[in-house]
Structure formats: C-alpha cells, structure tokens
Nanobody, 122 residues
Framework: VQLQAFGGGLVQAGGSLTLSCAAS????????IGWFRQAPGKEREFVAY????????DYADFVKGRFTISRDNARNTAYLQMLSLKPEDTAVYYC????????????????WGQGTLVTVSS
C-alpha cells in the first residue's frame, strides 16, 4: 500500500482546509491512520489518529475542537478537516498507516505518504 496526502495550500488565519490521504496498491481498511506534521526546524509530531473501523479517534491537544479526522474505507481515503487555522499550524502534514489501533505515537506507523504543505498566514 502507498499513501498520498494532498489538499494543502496557503490559507489565512481563521480559514479552513481539508486534507486527503489516498491509498493505492491495496486496501488500508485494516490499518489505523494517523496524521502528523513537521514544521521547519521542529520534530515531526502527532496530530490526529483514527482506528481501522473509524470507531476510535484521538487528537493532539493543540488541535482538539478545530481538526476532525475521518475515513472512508470504501474509497480508501482518509481526511483531516482543519478549521480555525492558526499560523502555528503551518507545517508539512503527513498521513501514515499502521496497525489497526496504531495510536498516537510515530513508532507503529510503517507506511508514510509524501506530505503536503499547509501554510497559514497571519
């Protein structure tokens, strides 16, 4: 399975974007999916997670109430809806696939997409 993240772009503070993570070369319906981000000069950090069935989600504190992760296994696609964006949300956003309940740590994720850049202007 390969993942491709897209949907990034330039948006003003307070705006919104929805990122997509499309899987190809197989199904990711049994994988947990995570979104992570990496800002310039910083380490990659956890943003959001959804279990294989969609029954469990988790978010980093700094995005709770603003971001929503979802998935459509029939379309082999996961999403990250981002509302009320802030300049500090500027980063390259990556989606990743791992075990069915992969959780919030980077370690379990073994399939990574190439990342999509989100830039939030003030």
């Amino acid at each position: 399975v390969q993942l491709q993240a897209f949907g990034g772009g330039l948006v003003q503070a307070g705006g919104s974007l929805t990122l997509s993570c499309a899987a190809s070369g197989g199904s990711f319906s049994r994988n947990g999916i995570g979104w992570f981000r990496q800002a310039p000069g910083k380490e990659r950090e956890f943003v959001a997670y959804i279990s294989w069935s969609g029954g469990t989600t988790d978010y980093a504190d700094f995005v709770k109430g603003r971001f929503t992760i979802s998935r459509d296994n029939a379309r082999n696609t996961a999403y990250l809806q981002m509302l009320s964006l802030k300049p500090e949300d500027t980063a390259v956003y990556y989606c990743a696939a791992g075990p069915p309940h992969s959780g919030t740590s980077l370690a379990p994720y073994d399939i990574w997409g190439q990342g999509t850049l989100v830039t939030v202007s003030s």
